[in-house]
């Protein structure tokens, strides 16, 4: 069992940054491969960026690819994303997740274990 709990959201302005943090419960956090998602009102949860186990492999979805930072802390049970440049389009409740493997780090079913989210809006 793994509990996830995201921190670090907030209200910011149109070009600023954000870092989140996820920490995790639990001694197999390394053994997992990290994702983090996000849900705007009225839309499906989408990936943002993923990371391995080891922290040696990332991916990230088009819309964030240059701005976003993912990066894991294996020592400290931690999973962040640095978030710089930000837009208006990126307001949603952010959520991490622990998955199996990064095979499938992009896809929300592949997640075993989810955090309660933490709330990022942007303004213009």
């Known amino acids: 069992q793994v509990q996830l709990v995201e921190s670090g959201g907030g209200l910011v302005q149109a070009g600023d940054s954000l870092r989140l943090a996820c920490a995790a419960s639990?001694?197999?956090?390394?053994?997992?491969?990290m994702g983090w998602f996000r849900q705007a009102p009225g839309k499906e949860r989408e990936f943002v960026a993923g990371?391995?186990?080891?922290?040696?492999?990332?991916v990230y979805a088009d819309s964030v690819k240059g701005r976003f930072t993912i990066s894991r802390d294996n020592a400290k049970n931690t999973v962040y994303l640095q978030m710089n440049s930000l837009k208006p389009e990126d307001t949603a409740v952010y959520y991490c997740?622990?998955?199996?493997?990064?095979?499938?780090?992009?896809?929300?079913?592949?997640?075993?274990?989810w955090g309660q989210g933490t709330q990022v809006t942007v303004s213009s």
């Open positions: 990371i391995s186990r080891s922290g040696g492999s990332t």
């Open positions: 997740a622990a998955a199996r493997t990064m095979l499938v780090v992009t896809a929300p079913r592949a997640h075993e274990y």
């Open positions: 639990g001694r197999t956090f390394s053994s997992y491969a």
